[in-house]
Every structure is written in C-alpha cells, then in structure tokens.
C-alpha cells in the first residue's frame, strides 16, 4: 500500500555528480520524516542524510561539505545531490520514511529497494 521509490543512481566517475530522488506514495499519511541510507555488500546499513523531526539535517560525517539534502514536502519527495563523489560512496542507497500508513495507529519505517551508485577511481 505504501511506496516509496528511489531513482538517480548509476556509475560515475569520481569526482563526479550524481542527484537521487526518492518519492513516497500510497496509503501514506503523516510523514514524520525522510532520509538517506546506503550500504555496500557484507557492509552495514548507514545513515546518509535525513531531515529530524524538526527539519533540521543530519549528515555522516563521511559526507558532510559533499552531499546536500533536501525535500519537497508537497510531494513526499526527498533529494541528495552528491558532488565530489569518492569510490567509498560507492553503495545501494536507500530512502526511508517514517510515517503512519492509512488505517494504522501506529508510524513505521518505510523503505524503498534502492538504487545502486557505482563511483570508479
């Protein structure tokens, strides 16, 4: 019932560019907030980037002064635009949103199947 979809990853060099998107759509109501994972194989999932519970940002400091994030709430839409991208970027990243699906009483963790960014040296 609930989607959410990423779109934007692909292979890059580093040094290079790349912006992903993530829309959440369905039986979706009061989203809470909107973030950014990866993970690289035999890794564990991270924290990216992702919006607190007051707007404000979170980053990993493996990122910070690189990645940008930022959302379009009227859409439930969240975006990372990744400059100066390293082979240590290189991961399936994810998008997650914390929200309370219709007809739940309850907010859950949504996530979506990510998309993969390469980053060669």
């Known amino acids: 019932q609930v989607q959410v979809v990423e779109s934007g990853g692909g292979l890059v060099q580093a040094g290079g560019s790349l912006r992903l998107s993530c829309a959440a759509s369905g039986s979706i109501r009061s989203i809470a907030s909107m973030g950014w994972y990866r993970q690289a194989p035999g890794k564990e999932r991270e924290l990216v980037a992702a919006?607190?519970?007051?707007?404000?940002?979170n980053y990993a400091d493996s990122v910070k002064g690189r990645f940008t994030i930022s959302r379009d709430n009227a859409k439930n839409t969240v975006y990372l635009q990744m400059n100066s991208l390293k082979p240590e970027d290189t991961a399936v990243y994810y998008c997650?949103?914390?929200?309370?699906?219709?007809?739940?009483?309850?907010?859950?963790?949504?996530w979506g199947q990510g998309t993969q960014v390469t980053v060669s040296s």
């Open positions: 997650n949103t914390f929200g309370l699906r219709s007809g739940s009483s309850y907010y859950t963790d949504f």
């Open positions: 919006f607190t519970k007051g707007g404000r940002t």
